[in-house]
């Protein structure tokens, strides 16, 4: 039985497209002048700091820091501080009504549908917890947190880390077999079925013939119910 699903965003709930040519390119352009303004103030000191000791160069200057920030973003490397910055910068972009949290149709109605059969919901992302709150706090359907029992990100462990799945169920308090994992991401699967989770890949997109998880189109596909012990 699934007593809980654990969900991706970019690729899974969300279109990779609104990640990628929306929310990226928002925080690239205002990080200078952010890091300008911020960079002595809380939580962007701190989250600075990290970053030095991410890079073991702890005399990098904060221009230092830029260069190494941009090189990140070009590589899409899911380093925490990074990930932090960004969903700061994005607070802006949802308040101001810039852009909402792209959603797929197919979303709202199954996660309404699994919660209504008691089955708790979570979200695994790279994403900060504090961007994924705010994806779906100010999503295309409105704010949608209330469906949510908790949030993960990488201060859990890397997506592809099998451990990171092992510390998720261990905070859940629920048998690994019985966790879901949605994921578009096969490699993101490998790691999770590796710790004992249940794993369906999302395919929004091109076929992923290297997989060798159960695929589905959307979650109109998904039924945690039938799912054998
Ligand atoms: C919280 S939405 C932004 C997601 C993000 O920053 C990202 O890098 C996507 O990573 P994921 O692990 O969800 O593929
Ligand atoms: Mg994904």
Request: hydrophobic share 40%; charged share 25%; aromatic share 10%.
């Amino acid at each position: 039985m699934i007593r809980a699903i654990v969900t991706d965003i970019e690729g899974t709930t969300s279109d990779i497209r609104f990640v990628h040519n929306v929310l990226f390119p928002y925080a690239r352009e205002r990080l200078p002048a952010f890091l300008n303004a911020q960079q002595y103030i809380e939580p962007v000191k701190t989250i600075l700091d990290n970053l030095r000791e991410e890079i073991a160069q702890p005399e990098a200057t904060t221009a230092d820091l830029l260069d190494t920030l941009v090189q990140f973003m070009d590589e899409d490397r899911k380093s925490t501080p990074l990930k932090a910055l960004q969903g700061i910068i994005w607070r802006d972009g949802y308040v101001n009504g810039d852009f909402t949290g792209h959603l797929y149709p197919d979303v709202l109605p199954a996660l309404e549908k699994w919660k209504a059969k008691g089955i708790d919901l979570y979200v695994y992302s790279s994403g900060s917890v504090a961007a994924q709150k705010l994806l779906f706090g100010y999503s295309d359907e409105g704010d949608i947190t209330h469906l949510f029992s908790g949030y993960f990100d990488t201060l859990v462990g890397a997506k592809r880390e099998v451990q990171s799945y092992r510390n998720i169920a261990e905070q859940l308090g629920v048998p690994p077999g019985q966790i879901l994992f949605l994921s578009d991401i096969h490699q993101e699967l490998d790691a999770a079925a590796q710790a004992g989770l249940r794993t369906i890949q999302l395919i929004r997109g091109d076929h992923d013939a290297a997989s060798h998880h159960h695929q589905v189109p959307s979650f109109d596909h998904i039924k945690p119910e039938q799912i054998p012990s």
